[in-house]
Every structure is written in structure tokens, then in C-alpha cells.
T-cell receptor
Framework: GNSVTQMEGPVTLSEEAFLTINCTYT??????LFWYVQYPGEGLQLLLK?????DKGSNKGFEATYRKETTSFHLEKGSVQVSDSAVYFC???????????FGTGTSLTVIP | NAGVTQTPKFQVLKTGQSMTLQCAQD?????MSWYRQDPGMGLRLIHY???????DQGEVPNGYNVSRSTTEDFPLRLLSAAPSQTSVYFC????????????FGSGTRLTVV
């Protein structure tokens, strides 16, 4: 099938802790992969992406590496801040670019 | 550059009423989509369009209509509102191609009573 699976939340971390949010996908071929962030009361914003295997996307201290061997695109940040509290969505697009698939989202709360 | 603009931001309807949620983008994106977001359900695709004059159904199309007469606009019509349509609705657009992500609007929070 064609799907994106994210780790269940909610996730609560202390400020400056290390963050990992797991994301795996099932697909034929090597689709482009994305992470989106949704702050409270807002729409989703593109956080980072990777368009081919072994690419690393990065933005605002967040990173994710496209690993075709494990069909994964885990989101990481070395030191989270209170302002990183949000819901994070992993997503992929089909090889043709016609369809987009989102994970169910992972809620992150960072406490001071 | 406004991106994706959705109106209204909030709306309360009575059961059986109809309304149109507006969506406009100024990025000349070919693809436009409507999603609904419900607690614990993630994002669910309602309808989408790959270009002016072309629309198709997504995962949860029942009770909604769309049209795409121009590249810029993609309104979503609720034909006869039901409490089950209480949700947050997002419009999104993107360029055609396998490496482009969606740009989202800020959402419309709809309550049907």
C-alpha cells in the first residue's frame, strides 16, 4: 500500500532535550518526503523535505535523513525549545506527483 | 505574495444550511486540495484539483462539492450542513511534480449545530 506511519504521541520533553519523531513509509520507488509543522491555531507549514534517497533535509535546527534501506524519514533536533511545541506531520508524495499522503501527526510539548 | 487565502476563518451553521468556503492562491499552482482535520483523525482529503476545469474526489467527499473555474480559486461547497461536518478545513496548493510540497491556508473552523 501507500501510507505514512508516525510514532504515536503526545510527546513531552524538557527544554534542551533531544527530539526524535519516527516516520516510516510504504511505497513503490523513492517518493519525495516531507515534514510539516502545525502551531496551535494555524495551518501546516513545510518544515523540511528530501527528494531522493540519502538526502538530508534541514531547517530551524531540525533534520531528517531519507533512508531507503529502512524506508524511514525520522525527524530530529538536538535541543528543543518551548517554541517548538506543535504538531508535526510526516508526508510523502507519489512518484508521479499526483497524490500526497500525510501521517496522523505527532503532538510535541516542550516544558521549561 | 499572499500565498493561500481562506475565508471565513470561523463559521457557525445550523443543520441543513449551505455555505461556501473560499480558497484562493496567487502562486499559479496547478494543484489545489481541500482537507479536513479532526481530533485523532489527522488530515483527510475531501476533493482535489490538478488544474482549472478538473476536479476529483478524495477520501471523504460526501456532502461536499467543488469547482475549479480558474487556476486561482477552489471553493468548497457544503450542500446541507450536518453536525458531522464540524471540523477545521484547510485548503492547500502546490506545483505539479514529485518534489513539491503543499502550501496551506490558515484554515476555517466550522461548527454545525
Amino acid at each position: 500500500g501507500n501510507s505514512v506511519t508516525q510514532m504515536e504521541g503526545p510527546v513531552t520533553l524538557s527544554e534542551e532535550a533531544f527530539l526524535t519523531i519516527n516516520c516510516t513509509y510504504t511505497a513503490t520507488g523513492y517518493p519525495s518526503l516531507f515534514w510539516y509543522v502545525q502551531y496551535p491555531g494555524e495551518g501546516l507549514q513545510l518544515l523540511l523535505k528530501a527528494t531522493k534517497a540519502d538526502d538530508k533535509g534541514s531547517n530551524k535546527g531540525f533534520e531528517a535523513t531519507y533512508r531507503k534501506e529502512t524506508t524511514s524519514f525520522h525527524l530530529e533536533k538536538g535541543s528543543v525549545q518551548v517554541s517548538d511545541s506543535a504538531v508535526y506531520f510526516c508526508a510523502r508524495v507519489t512518484n508521479t506527483g499526483n497524490q500526497f499522503y500525510f501521517g496522523t501527526g505527532t503532538s510535541l510539548t516542550v516544558i521549561p | 505574495n499572499a500565498g493561500v487565502t481562506q475565508t471565513p476563518k470561523f463559521q457557525v451553521l445550523k443543520t441543513g444550511q449551505s455555505m461556501t468556503l473560499q480558497c484562493a492562491q496567487d502562486m499559479n499552482h496547478e494543484y489545489m486540495s481541500w482537507y479536513r482535520q479532526d481530533p485523532g483523525m489527522g488530515l483527510r482529503l475531501i476533493h482535489y484539483s490538478v488544474g482549472a476545469g478538473i476536479t476529483d474526489q478524495g477520501e471523504v467527499p460526501n456532502g461536499y462539492n467543488v469547482s475549479r473555474s480558474t487556476t486561482e480559486d477552489f471553493p468548497l461547497r457544503l450542500l446541507s450542513a450536518a453536525p458531522s461536518q464540524t471540523s477545521v478545513y484547510f485548503c492547500a496548493s502546490r506545483r505539479h511534480g514529485p518534489s513539491y510540497g503543499y502550501t496551506f491556508g490558515s484554515g476555517t473552523r466550522l461548527t454545525v449545530v
